[in-house]
């Protein structure tokens, strides 16, 4: 051998075949690409069934599941509210105008996006929604309606005191303060409220357009 010479590497033998491996189904291909009604074969729907994933699930209607994600929003600004700031916030119209802006942004940036995701097609949570739409005008609007939810809770509130006060005399009636499961459901029965408003005014203005 020559010096200059430099020895050939040595190429291990293959062990196996491996070329099966890498082989096209062309047929399977083939019953895909000219797949069609015709040639595409049946299924009963207790088969298909077998497939879903919420198959043997109890699933909750639209509007039971839009009204407990309202109520469990409201509930919470109640408690880190009223309950966490009321301990450091002496004055009761600084923490109601909190409570409006604190509601107005959890509306605007929580709500919305937790409602969007129960839809079942796009755009089916704009009727559970005062304001829709995804804009800085809609984060506005949605900060005075949060002072629109708590003006109507507080006046539910005074009124229901004050039928407690009529219903038992003068001396010692019982107060209903304020406390998340109350809360929730009086900041959800106003929200629904001025949604239902917004609904009737919208098909008053398109009975008149039609006629």
Known sequence: MNKNERPKAVTPAKSSDTSSYFQLHTQAVEDLVTASKENTPEYSKEELEKYRSSKGKFK????????????????????????????????????????????GMVTDLLLRHFLRFTESLPGGANRWMMVAQKSTMGFFLNLMYGFVI?????????????????????????????????????????????????????SILRDAKAK
């Open 60 to 103: 909750l209607p639209e509007w039971l599941k839009v009204l407990l994600i309202k109520f469990w929003f409201h509930g919470a600004i109640c408690f880190f509210v009223f309950w966490g700031l009321g301990l450091y916030v002496a004055d009761q119209l600084d923490m109601y105008f909190i409570a409006a802006i604190i509601t």
């Open 150 to 202: 708590i003006f109507l809770v507080v006046t539910a509130y005074t009124l229901i005191n004050m039928a407690l006060a009529a219903v038992f005399g003068g001396g010692n009636p019982p107060f209903l303060g304020v406390e998340p499961l109350m809360y929730g459901l009086l900041c959800t029965g106003a929200d629904q409220f001025c949604i239902a408003i917004k609904h009737l005014c919208q």
